[in-house]
């Protein structure tokens, strides 16, 4: 497959933005949390000991990639994941995917070194 040609550059621009948005610990944090179902922001907050807009900023980021969906429930916005790819990638980089690939881990091979 080949990956960097004209045709592919607006693809290659959102996913540098997703690896982009998932770059930062909290808004893992964030995916952790709502990969099981919805949370409100105010959820979010209380289970991440910060305030609402602070979390409101991550998951506009997150949103912004498509990695999260968002409803109005009551006066709140519930939050869930979009893109579920990204649960099996991180767990795949934690060494926790189904796969009995022995280079699916990257984070354990890093701390090994």
Known sequence: MK???EENERELQEISDIF????????LKI?????????????IAQKMKCRPP??????????????V??????????YKLALSCVKSF????LGKCDSNDSGCSI??????K
Do not use: F, N
């Open 3 to 5: 990956y960097l040609d």
């Open 20 to 27: 982009s948005a998932l770059s930062s610990p909290k808004r």
């Open 31 to 43: 995916i952790s949390l709502i990969e099981d179902g919805p949370l409100s922001v105010t959820e």
């Open 54 to 67: 602070c979390v409101s900023q991550h998951l506009s980021v997150l949103k912004s990639c498509k990695i």
């Open 69 to 78: 969906d968002c409803e109005r429930t009551g006066h709140e916005m519930v």
């Open 90 to 93: 991180i767990s795949c980089l």
């Open 107 to 112: 984070v354990k091979s890093v701390h090994a």
